[in-house]
């Protein structure tokens, strides 16, 4: 089992509409749990991080951390053409004093005007 | 905005050259990093940097790899001895904290060996 799982895609959906991406992992001893857009031909923009379980809200964007299901996700509220993108999930424990992340494939979303 | 830069934005280099990719992190920041990403696939960490030594690198990261920061500007990684497999895109970056939840990336050298 690969240890960050996410669907790529793509995801089209209207404008304004809510928008679910999701990822899940393998391994118990993640703790920071990130959400990146990427555009095309572009480097990765950190959008959120949150640390261990719980929801943060930022905007329009909402971060979910469910660990006991190893499942996180990330909303988007009244979706605007210019949230597509490729949503990149990141993940990283602290064992050691290690920070190394480890990224999903991503999920290209497309959001139609 | 402060933000993280890189030259050059595509490098196309002949298999056996040894290539500079270079990388400006943002000036108060203190940990660095390069990733890649090579087509279609993932995101993957190649080495973290903090006080002029590495701190940890993946197992992609052997001995064709290397880092620097030659002066307070400049972070580059250098690959001796290209091959094909190394063409992707190469993004550094930047954080003020060890904990790399907050990186800040660049925008990305495409390396294409041919």
């Known amino acids: 089992q690969k240890e960050v799982e996410q669907d790529p895609g793509p995801l089209s959906v209207p404008e304004g509409a809510i928008v679910s991406l999701n990822c899940t992992y393998s391994n118990s001893a993640f703790q920071y749990f990130m959400w990146y857009r990427q555009y095309s031909r572009k480097g990765p923009e950190l959008l959120m991080y949150?640390?261990?379980?719980g929801n943060k809200e930022d905007g329009r964007f909402t971060a979910q951390v469910d660990k006991s299901s190893k499942y996180i996700s990330l909303f988007i509220r009244d979706s605007q053409p210019s949230d597509s993108a490729t949503y990149l999930c990141a993940m990283s424990s602290i064992g050691g004093g290690s920070y190394i992340p480890t990224f999903g494939r991503g999920t290209s979303l497309i959001v139609h005007p | 905005e402060p933000e993280v830069t890189q030259t050059p934005s595509h490098q196309v280099t002949q298999m056996g050259q040894e290539v500079i990719l270079r990388c400006v992190p943002i000036?108060?920041?203190?940990?660095f990093y390069w990733y890649r990403q090579i087509l279609g696939q993932k995101v993957e960490f190649l080495v973290s940097f903090y006080n002029n030594e590495i701190s940890e690198k993946s197992e992609i990261f052997d001995d064709q790899f290397s880092v620097e920061r030659p002066d307070g500007s400049n972070f580059t990684l250098k690959i001796r001895s290209t091959k094909l497999e190394d063409s992707a895109m190469y993004f550094c970056?930047?954080?003020?904290?060890?904990?790399?939840?907050?990186?800040?990336f660049g925008q990305g050298t495409r390396l294409t060996v041919v």
């Open positions: 970056a930047s954080s003020d904290t060890s904990a790399n939840t907050e990186a800040f």
């Open positions: 949150t640390y261990s379980s």
């Open positions: 000036s108060n920041h203190l940990y």
